[in-house]
């Protein structure tokens, strides 16, 4: 039982560059959310998924776009970064009603030169 | 005013003290009272979860709620260097659209 997986761990992009960021989780859970974390920013909400087949905008959505794949993938997209999207990203899913507690994943560490 | 206000800290504390965290909060909505703990570079860990008022305790750690006051307590007991981490706070709302208001953090550093 692996929880929740992030791909890739670092990565490096040149200012334009487009990129998807990965995230599966392994515990039939109902939502999934990305976020960025930044320096005396804390943990800020880029968007989410409730269920299969439904996305919202989260705090931060702009420059981002989201996939849910299936019950298990929920993908993250930079079309075009900036270096303003420097940031730490993780990926969290939530089992489903009655319980509001969110697991996360290791992280990406993702810089735009 | 921010939803969750919480002191960012740095805490340093000598090993075997007790540490105390805390966060402040303006949404009389929120039910559900979590703390997460995240080492360096790494993701956050579910450490306890509390619903609605009281206290709860695990082992060294207990986390109080108190809804009149709109404010939440960490307590570590025995701190160990294995403590030393980042500490959030966060919490939601009954049916609160599946979202998390997080503080930002309080890191602690417990001293050998």
């Known amino acids: 039982n692996a929880g929740v997986t992030q791909t890739p761990k670092f990565q490096v992009l040149k200012t334009g560059q487009s990129m998807t960021l990965q995230c599966a989780q392994d515990?039939?859970?109902?939502?999934m959310y990305w976020y960025r974390q930044d320096p005396g920013m804390g943990l800020r909400l880029i968007y989410y998924s409730a269920s299969e087949g439904t996305t919202d905008k989260g705090e931060v959505p702009n420059g981002y776009n989201v996939s849910r794949l299936n019950k298990r993938e929920f993908s993250l997209r930079l079309e075009s970064a900036a270096p303003s999207q420097t940031s730490v990203y993780f990926c969290a899913s939530r089992p489903g009603q009655g319980a509001d507690t969110q697991y996360f994943g290791p992280g990406t560490r993702l810089t735009v030169l | 005013q921010k939803e969750v206000e919480q002191d960012p800290g740095p805490l340093s504390v000598p090993e075997g003290a007790i540490v105390s965290l805390n966060c402040t909060y303006s949404?009389?909505?929120?039910?559900?009272f979590m703390w997460y703990r995240q080492y360096s570079r790494k993701g956050p860990e579910l450490l306890m979860y509390?619903?609605?008022?009281g206290n709860k305790e695990d082992g060294r750690f207990t986390a109080q709620v108190d809804k009149s006051s709109k404010y939440i307590s960490l307590f570590i007991r025995d701190s160990q260097p294995s403590d030393s981490a980042t500490y959030l706070c966060?919490?939601?709302?009954?049916?609160?659209?599946?979202?998390?208001?997080f503080g930002k953090g309080n890191q602690v550093v417990v001293i050998p």
């Open positions: 515990m039939n859970h109902n939502s």
């Open positions: 509390t619903y609605s008022s």
């Open positions: 966060a919490m939601s709302a009954l049916g609160g659209n599946n979202r998390l208001a």
């Open positions: 949404n009389s909505a929120f039910q559900y």
